[in-house]
Nanobody, 113 residues
Framework: QVQLVESGGGLVQTGGSLRLSCVASGSISGFNIVAWFRQAPGKQRELVAGINNMGITTYGTSVIGRFTILRDDAMRSVPLQMNSLKPEDTAVYYC???????WGRGTQVTVTS
């Protein structure tokens, strides 16, 4: 089974940027939607952004205009560019293929005010 590994999280100030990386151990070209979700303490996991194999994207309402999801099947990579970060973006970010139940272990993003 394909495994996903996230990286790139860290500590950043309000207004800063981070680029999260999601790299798969095998091909992702056969997957329709690959997505980023996040989970903050005490809250449910929520969709951040998703991208299908046609390059069509969808975003959670709170990140529209600030985050950009990309997809490179040749590199088995689905990065997430996050700009204009806010304290409410603080969470563990997970890369996944929801339809297949494939998830990475997550990477922590902390935004300080």
């Amino acid at each position: 089974q394909v495994q996903l590994v996230e990286s790139g999280g860290g500590l950043v100030q309000t207004g800063g940027s981070l680029r999260l990386s999601c790299v798969a151990s095998g091909s992702i070209s056969g997957f329709n939607i690959v997505a980023w979700f996040r989970q903050a303490p005490g809250k449910q996991r929520e969709l951040v952004a998703g991208i299908n194999n046609m390059g069509i994207t969808t975003y959670g309402t709170s990140v529209i205009g600030r985050f950009t999801i990309l997809r490179d099947d040749a590199m088995r990579s689905v990065p997430l560019q996050m700009n204009s970060l806010k304290p409410e973006d603080t969470a563990v970010y997970y890369c996944g293929v929801p339809a297949e139940g494939i998830w990475g272990r997550g990477t922590q993003v902390t935004v300080t005010s």
